[in-house]
């Protein structure tokens, strides 16, 4: 079974940082692209950033110039800073990666979430 461990997440004031961690289980070389996503109350999950593992990002444009995401390719962890918080931030945050080679394939798997709660 693999698990995606997640760290990081709780109550911040607004225009305040968090910094969100995820353990990816695997290598550099079992380990594709890994994301931050996140889901508000009655919204759909929505890509929040992504990094590949040569450490091409792409993030959504709520975020750019406040968030960070950074890759560990020798421990396999994924993190996300997150600054200048504002309340519609507030989600539960999901690690995802893709997990698995180029021969054999790719499975995509997910973290349970942390949530991240921006107060006014």
């Known amino acids: 079974q693999v698990q995606l461990v997640e760290s990081g997440g709780g109550l911040v004031q607004a225009g305040g940082s968090l910094r969100l961690s995820c353990a990816v289980p695997g290598t550099t070389a079992s380990v594709g692209t890994t994301a931050w996503y996140r889901q508000a109350p009655g919204k759909q999950r929505e890509l929040v950033a992504q990094?590949?593992?040569?450490?091409?990002?792409i993030y959504a444009d709520s975020v750019k110039g406040r968030f960070t995401i950074s890759r560990n390719n020798t421990k396999i962890t994924v993190d996300l800073q997150m600054s200048s918080l504002t309340p519609e931030d507030t989600a539960v945050y999901y690690c995802n990666a893709n997990i698995g080679n180029t021969k054999f394939g790719w499975t995509n798997y997910w973290g349970h979430g942390t949530q991240v709660t921006v107060s006014s």
């Open positions: 990094i590949t593992s040569g450490g091409s990002t």
